[in-house]
């Protein structure tokens, strides 16, 4: 019942608390099985330093950011959800009447007193920050309360972030929860998406993108290491600043007029609007002379359609029919 908590969990509370502030990566294949595996489990996963071994697909869910919480209703899966929190955009309308079934435990993170309250056995979430040692939420801390966790796997990169990681991402997921075929059935619609721009732009000349996210004194920009760089080379960019070897990095206004950018591509989100980040740049010295801001070009995409999930491929296509208008009258 929702607001009593079962008393084998009681221990598991008192140990996760004391452990809190010292958490790291850790092993889950450790853990005592319930009972029986469930068809088609056991299932061992490596997720971001951490192996945990489901002896049976989570009950008790937990999503916390939005691609994570896509992710999960694209999969079917809101039945196994008893938490989510920490939206950066409206839930697609597609989705919309699984989320509203699901409780809404912060708008935000959630303290970790408040995660154990509702008593989950999973969490999943989008960003590193989501795991945060400091907040008491690290995965070693859950993994003592009895909760195994799951990382995006564009925070740990082994490699380019490219739509095969996409399909890593969705196909982890789908596995932990014992629903492969529901993993196939979407990246199909996925990449069918991705197949069309791709037709619509064959032969086109790539479009010089600089991606401005935030930042007064410098840019802050998308590098050639999160998913961000290759939505822009599969919409018919290149990313000016892809040799930061990283997802995100900043650099300075001057290097961003010696790249002289074609378009720049706004990441809308948080306190200052598009408006905003569109008349700054457009009254920036160091800029007159770029042409995307000579010509007034700019391309806009939500935060939750460059990170890495189900959002990606119709962020592909929104950006490549404002870099190439043309190929798609």
Do not use: W
């Not at 996760?16 to 469930?38: K, N, Q, S």
């Not at 930042?215 to 961000?228: I, L, P, R, S």
Request: aromatic letters at 8%; a negative charge; proline letters at 6%.
């Amino acid at each position: 019942m929702k607001g009593i908590r079962p008393m084998f969990l009681l221990p598991a509370l008192a140990a996760a608390l004391l452990v809190a502030g010292c958490d790291g990566p850790g092993v889950r294949e450790d853990a005592a099985p319930a009972g029986p595996a469930a068809e088609g489990f056991p299932v061992t996963v490596a997720n971001c330093g951490v192996t945990t071994t489901y002896q049976r697909p989570p009950q008790r869910a937990v999503s916390l950011n939005q691609h994570a919480t896509e992710v999960m209703l694209a999969l079917g899966l809101e039945k196994s959800m008893v938490g989510t929190g920490y939206l950066d955009d409206r839930i697609l309308p597609e989705y919309r009447a699984a989320y509203d079934r699901v409780e809404v435990i912060s708008e935000e993170y959630p303290s970790f007193e408040t995660l154990l309250a509702a008593e989950p056995d999973f969490v999943y979430g989008g960003f590193g920050s989501t795991f945060d040692e400091k907040e008491g939420r690290g995965r070693a801390a859950l993994a003592k309360a009895g909760i195994d966790s799951y990382l995006n796997v564009e925070q740990c990169p082994q490699g380019p972030v490219t739509m095969a990681t996409m399909d890593e991402e969705i196909r982890g997921v789908a596995r932990i929860f014992g629903v492969p075929e529901r993993a196939e059935r979407e990246l199909k619609r996925l990449h069918g998406t991705l197949e069309g721009v791709e037709g619509r732009l064959a032969g086109v000349e790539p479009v010089k993108v600089f991606v401005y996210d935030s930042g007064d004194k410098t840019a802050f920009t998308a590098g050639g290491a999160g998913v961000g760089n290759e939505m822009i080379k599969r919409a018919g960019g290149v990313n000016l600043f892809a040799d930061l070897d990283k997802s995100f990095g900043d650099v300075s206004f001057e290097q961003v007029a010696e790249r002289a950018p074609e378009v720049v591509v706004i990441y809308d989100y948080g306190d200052q609007s598009v408006a905003e980040k569109k008349r700054f740049l457009l009254a920036h010295p160091a800029l007159r002379d770029v042409p995307a801001i000579k010509n007034k070009r700019f391309a806009v995409l939500p935060l939750s359609s460059t990170v890495l999930g189900v959002r990606v491929p119709a962020g592909v296509e929104s950006l490549a029919r404002r870099l190439h208008p043309e190929r798609f009258k």
